[in-house]
């Protein structure tokens, strides 16, 4: 099973980014996806989710407003769309699979917002 996000990086406040993970070795279409992330000496946070088929989405409400997450099923893909970053918006974001007690985890990719 391998979850491999991309996207991360230094960014200036106000400006945007867009996640990606890519999903292998497990049948992608049948797993809620979410976006966590976790900042240095902070516990990890939920920030957006998405069902399996992509008809149903939740936001941590410091987010709503200002990322998107989508899937491609047909390309086993999960984004997430960060617009108006803000310095609080810095941490190593996580890619996460779940399909009732299974879960899979990225390796993470850092976002900085910083001027």
């Known amino acids: 099973v391998q979850l491999v996000e991309s996207g991360g990086g230094l960014v200036q406040p106000g400006g945007s980014l867009r996640l990606s993970c890519a999903a292998s070795?497990?049948?992608?279409?049948?797993?809620?996806m979410s976006w966590y992330r976790q900042a240095a000496g902070k516990e990890r946070e939920l920030v957006a989710a998405i069902t399996s088929a992509g008809g149903s989405t939740n936001y941590a409400d410091s987010v709503k407003g200002r990322f998107t997450i989508s899937r491609d099923n047909a390309k086993n893909t999960v984004y997430l769309q960060m617009n108006s970053l803000k310095p609080e918006d810095t941490a190593v974001y996580y890619c996460?699979?779940?399909?009732?007690?299974?879960?899979?985890w990225g390796q993470g990719t850092q976002v900085t917002v910083s001027s």
């Open positions: 070795e497990f049948t992608f279409s049948s797993y809620v």
């Open positions: 996460n699979a779940q399909r009732f007690v299974i879960r899979y």
